[in-house]
């Protein structure tokens, strides 16, 4: 396999998202999807490894936690970083388009976004599938970092969980895929946070809403009352947004 010195943008790009989507512990050369996107930019799979350690360098949550990325690294690794860092949204999009031509395929079909309800062309068809591929973004980077596991119960049925969004979709489009506005829950724990029903403190613990707390139902005390104070599963990158949590025990937290 033909190797070449210096990586182009578009090949920085995709390995920035497959470090998004890698928890950290399956950086390596051995890991399935890193061989993969080492035969799709005809690399080898120690190169695309250790570009993705490079960039884990960069990542405060890495550092805090004395992990170790990547000692060394190059400055254009670093101007992704931060041009995802400041327009996710965009970002996202361009790197899923790269690798869905890469591998010759139509994004809407890898989104398998159903061509009956989707306006053939047009900046509304665009539109739509620009929002289906950054939400299919967030949900795999959001629950790589937690490693497939609801922070707040460990529950690791894949199917079971969502990529919660710490401020509401409609409420920031700049932190609408900004990983640090999620969290992974169970459906239940999902459905608790977007109502307002639980949130988590400055140090991540669990917070029961007074709403509910003097309710005397066993499925509350088993499923919810039950965490009050207990600190989450923290992920092991793209922590959640200390800005953001106050947001939504401001906003959206139900503390009368």
């Known amino acids: 396999m033909a190797s070449r010195k210096y990586w182009s943008r578009d090949e920085l790009i995709l390995a920035f998202n497959l470090y998004c989507k890698t928890p950290f512990g399956q ?13 799709l930019i005809n690399r080898t799979p120690s190169a695309v490894s250790w570009k993705l350690a490079n960039y884990a360098r960069l990542d405060p949550a890495i550092q805090a936690r004395g992990l170790a990325g990547a000692s060394h690294g190059s400055k254009k690794e670093k101007e992704v970083w931060d041009e995802f860092h400041n327009d996710w949204e965009s970002l996202s999009y361009e790197s899923e388009k790269l690798e869905a031509t890469l591998r010759d395929r139509n994004l809407q079909d890898i989104i398998e976004l159903d061509h009956i309800h989707l306006p053939q062309e047009g900046l509304e068809h665009e539109a739509i599938v620009k929002v289906r591929v950054n939400q299919n973004f967030f949900r795999a980077t959001v629950l790589a970092a937690y490693h497939f596991e609801c922070c707040i119960t460990g529950l690791s049925i894949t199917s079971l969980l969502n990529a919660s969004h710490i401020v509401p979709w409609s409420s920031d489009s700049k932190n609408r895929v900004n990983p640090r506005n999620g969290l992974c829950l169970n459906a ?16 991540y613990r669990v917070k029961i809403s007074p709403t509910i707390i003097a309710d005397k139902q066993a499925a509350i005390q088993d499923y919810l009352l039950k965490y009050d104070g207990v600190k989450i599963m923290l992920p092991d990158k793209f922590m959640p947004d200390q800005d953001l949590l106050s947001y939504h025990r401001t906003h959206i937290f139900q503390n009368p």
């Open 27 to 39: 950086i390596h050369n051995r890991n399935p999807n890193i061989i993969e996107l080492a035969r």
């Open 188 to 203: 239940l724990h999902d459905r608790a946070f977007d109502r307002g029903l639980i949130t988590l403190t400055e140090d």
